[in-house]
Structure formats: structure tokens, C-alpha cells
């Protein structure tokens, strides 16, 4: 346990930064999950649909600094051809 006041003050900003990335981090998982259940079912209209909300959650997790531009970049790119390959 931290014994300094600006320690303490740390701790509690870790806790608060760290529990905003889980929940942007678990928002961006959950819409990708759906979108490749989708693509798994050969459903291409909700696949389609969901692909939009899939790529502004990576976005918005990108831009937040929960995931790196590469990773962000790369996720993108492999769901749209996904989704590109149904039709």
C-alpha cells in the first residue's frame, strides 16, 4: 500500500484509467464478437451492418490508446475482407 499522498493519488488514477480501457476494450471485443458470428452463419446483411459498428468501436478503442494504430489497422482490414468475401 502506498504510503506518499501522490502515490496514493497514482493509485487511484491507475484504478480509474484502468477500469475506462477494460470497458472500452470489452465494447469493441463484444461488437466483433457479433460480427464474426455473423460471418460465421454466412448471414452478409447483418454481417454488413454490423461491420460499420465493429470499425467505429476499433476506432474509438484506437484513438483512446487502448489498442496501438497497427493492431486497430489490422483488425479493420481482415473484418472488411471478411465481410467482403460472404458476398
Known amino acids: 500500500m502506498a504510503n506518499i499522498k501522490s502515490s496514493e493519488k497514482a493509485n487511484r488514477q491507475r484504478i480509474t484509467r484502468t477500469a475506462r480501457n ?7 471485443r463484444s461488437v466483433v464478437k457479433r ?6 452463419h454466412k448471414n452478409a446483411t447483418e454481417a454488413k451492418n454490423l461491420l460499420a459498428s ?13 489498442i496501438k494504430k497497427g493492431t486497430a489497422s489490422r483488425s479493420v482490414s481482415r473484418l472488411t475482407l471478411a465481410v467482403a468475401r460472404l458476398k
Open 54 to 66: 465493429a470499425i467505429q468501436a476499433i476506432d474509438r478503442a484506437e484513438s483512446k490508446g487502448v
Open 22 to 28: 477494460v470497458a472500452q476494450k470489452t465494447a469493441m
Open 35 to 40: 460480427l464474426r458470428a455473423a460471418i460465421g
